[in-house]
Protein backbone atom coordinates (compact mmCIF):
# COMPACT_ATOMS: atom_id res chain seq x y z
CA UNK A 1 0.00 0.00 0.00
CA UNK A 2 1.18 3.63 -0.45
CA UNK A 3 2.99 5.12 2.18
CA UNK A 4 4.38 8.88 2.59
CA UNK A 5 6.27 9.60 6.04
CA UNK A 6 7.19 12.92 6.62
CA UNK A 7 9.62 14.15 8.79
CA UNK A 8 12.15 17.14 9.81
CA UNK A 9 10.19 19.11 11.62
CA UNK A 10 10.44 21.70 14.60
CA UNK A 11 10.84 24.50 15.96
CA UNK A 12 13.33 27.05 14.41
CA UNK A 13 13.99 31.28 14.82
CA UNK A 14 12.78 33.44 12.32
CA UNK A 15 15.61 33.39 9.53
CA UNK A 16 16.40 30.10 10.00
CA UNK A 17 16.18 26.71 7.70
CA UNK A 18 14.59 23.01 8.06
CA UNK A 19 15.02 20.77 5.64
CA UNK A 20 11.68 18.30 5.28
CA UNK A 21 11.73 14.87 3.79
CA UNK A 22 9.19 12.50 2.92
CA UNK A 23 9.92 8.70 2.24
CA UNK A 24 7.64 6.94 -0.31
CA UNK A 25 6.64 3.44 -0.61
CA UNK A 26 4.09 1.23 -2.07
CA UNK A 27 4.44 2.90 -5.35
CA UNK A 28 6.75 3.25 -8.29
CA UNK A 29 7.69 6.68 -7.20
CA UNK A 30 9.73 7.89 -10.13
CA UNK A 31 6.58 7.78 -11.95
CA UNK A 32 4.99 10.23 -10.00
CA UNK A 33 5.17 14.24 -9.12
CA UNK A 34 4.80 14.92 -5.72
CA UNK A 35 3.71 17.74 -4.03
CA UNK A 36 4.01 19.55 -0.70
CA UNK A 37 1.32 21.28 1.55
CA UNK A 38 1.18 23.13 4.34
CA UNK A 39 -2.14 23.84 6.91
CA UNK A 40 -1.58 26.88 9.21
CA UNK A 41 -4.25 26.62 12.96
CA UNK A 42 -7.56 27.82 11.31
CA UNK A 43 -6.53 28.15 7.95
CA UNK A 44 -7.16 25.79 4.32
CA UNK A 45 -4.31 23.65 3.43
CA UNK A 46 -2.47 25.16 0.95
CA UNK A 47 -0.05 24.14 -1.84
CA UNK A 48 3.23 25.02 -0.96
CA UNK A 49 5.37 23.50 -4.27
CA UNK A 50 5.58 20.45 -6.45
CA UNK A 51 8.36 18.84 -8.51
CA UNK A 52 7.88 16.26 -11.92
CA UNK A 53 8.67 12.56 -11.71
CA UNK A 54 11.96 13.09 -13.04
CA UNK A 55 12.67 16.16 -10.95
CA UNK A 56 12.94 18.52 -14.06
CA UNK A 57 10.24 20.62 -13.56
CA UNK A 58 8.94 22.23 -9.92
CA UNK A 59 6.61 24.63 -9.06
CA UNK A 60 6.01 27.29 -6.24
CA UNK A 61 3.55 29.34 -3.86
CA UNK A 62 4.17 32.87 -4.20
CA UNK A 63 4.46 33.03 -0.40
CA UNK A 64 7.78 30.88 -0.73
CA UNK A 65 9.37 31.38 -3.79
CA UNK A 66 12.73 32.07 -3.63
CA UNK A 67 13.14 30.80 0.08
CA UNK A 68 12.39 27.26 -0.74
CA UNK A 69 13.17 24.23 -2.52
CA UNK A 70 12.12 21.29 -3.41
CA UNK A 71 14.02 18.39 -4.45
CA UNK A 72 13.95 14.79 -5.15
CA UNK A 73 15.90 11.66 -4.82
CA UNK A 74 13.99 8.70 -6.96
CA UNK A 75 17.15 6.10 -5.82
CA UNK A 76 15.84 6.66 -2.38
CA UNK A 77 11.86 7.27 -2.78
CA UNK A 78 12.68 10.44 -0.85
CA UNK A 79 11.14 14.18 -1.79
CA UNK A 80 12.25 16.83 0.24
CA UNK A 81 11.77 20.28 1.01
CA UNK A 82 14.40 22.78 1.80
CA UNK A 83 13.51 26.00 3.87
CA UNK A 84 15.50 28.75 4.13
CA UNK A 85 14.93 32.68 5.58
CA UNK A 86 11.90 31.28 7.38
CA UNK A 87 9.29 33.43 8.87
CA UNK A 88 6.67 32.84 11.80
CA UNK A 89 4.19 33.03 8.76
CA UNK A 90 5.75 29.54 7.69
CA UNK A 91 4.28 27.88 10.57
CA UNK A 92 2.05 24.85 9.98
CA UNK A 93 2.05 21.28 9.62
CA UNK A 94 3.99 20.18 5.89
CA UNK A 95 2.43 17.19 4.22
CA UNK A 96 3.60 15.37 0.94
CA UNK A 97 1.19 14.20 -1.35
CA UNK A 98 0.67 12.36 -4.41
CA UNK A 99 -1.84 11.12 -7.03
CA UNK A 100 -1.97 7.56 -7.49
CA UNK A 101 -4.23 5.17 -9.44
CA UNK A 102 -6.86 7.79 -8.95
CA UNK A 103 -6.66 8.61 -5.44
CA UNK A 104 -5.04 11.19 -3.05
CA UNK A 105 -2.41 10.03 -0.88
CA UNK A 106 -1.25 11.79 2.20
CA UNK A 107 1.26 11.60 4.98
CA UNK A 108 1.05 12.15 8.56
CA UNK A 109 2.39 15.66 8.48
CA UNK A 110 5.39 17.33 10.01
CA UNK A 111 4.93 20.36 12.50
CA UNK A 112 7.07 23.43 11.49
CA UNK A 113 7.02 26.10 14.31
CA UNK A 114 9.08 29.63 13.30
CA UNK A 115 9.12 31.75 16.76
CA UNK A 116 11.91 33.22 18.51
Known amino acids: QVQLVESGGGLVQPGGSLRLSCAASGFTFSDYTMWWYRQAPGKEREMVAFISPSGGSTTYADSVKGRFTISRDNAKNTVYLQMNSLKPEDSAVYYC?????????WGQGTQVTVSS
Open 97 to 105: RTYYLSRNY
